[in-house]
Nanobody, 121 residues
Framework: EEQLVESGGGLVHPGGSLKLSCTAS???????????MAWVRQAPGKGLEWVAG??????????IYAASVRGRFTISRDNVNNMLYLQMNNLQTGDSAMYYC?????????RGPGTRVTVSP
């Protein structure tokens, strides 16, 4: 069974940094490397927001970002170890949300249970 599990969330002050990780497992029919991947987030009381996407393949693989995070967030992947990452710098209170990794560049596929990021003074 394909599964995604996020980790690395927490409480951070404005201007701080966090690195989120997503561990993929059970991708036996189609390998993890064959999927475009994305990070999406949901703030309390708001809808799901796409944050960043990365094409299938290795390394930084032509990532794309939402305007709200471009220049502050970096998405990357490790196809050898079936991992997806999101480095978040200069975090702002508006970045507080539950963060999910998901299959598909748009993040519309399988999602994990999420990891919470809280940015507070």
């Amino acid at each position: 069974e394909e599964q995604l599990v996020e980790s690395g969330g927490g409480l951070v002050h404005p201007g701080g940094s966090l690195k989120l990780s997503c561990t993929a497992s059970g991708f036996t029919d189609s390998p993890f490397s064959s999927y475009g991947m994305a990070w999406v987030r949901q703030a309390p009381g708001k809808g799901l927001e796409w944050v960043a996407g990365i094409n299938r393949g290795g390394g930084s693989g032509n990532p794309i970002y939402a305007a709200s995070v471009r220049g502050r967030f970096t998405i990357s992947r490790d196809n050898v170890n079936n991992m997806l990452y999101l480095q978040m710098n200069n975090l702002q209170t508006g970045d507080s949300a539950m963060y999910y990794c998901a299959t598909g560049l748009s993040g519309s596929g399988l999602r994990g249970p999420g990891t919470r990021v809280t940015v507070s003074p």
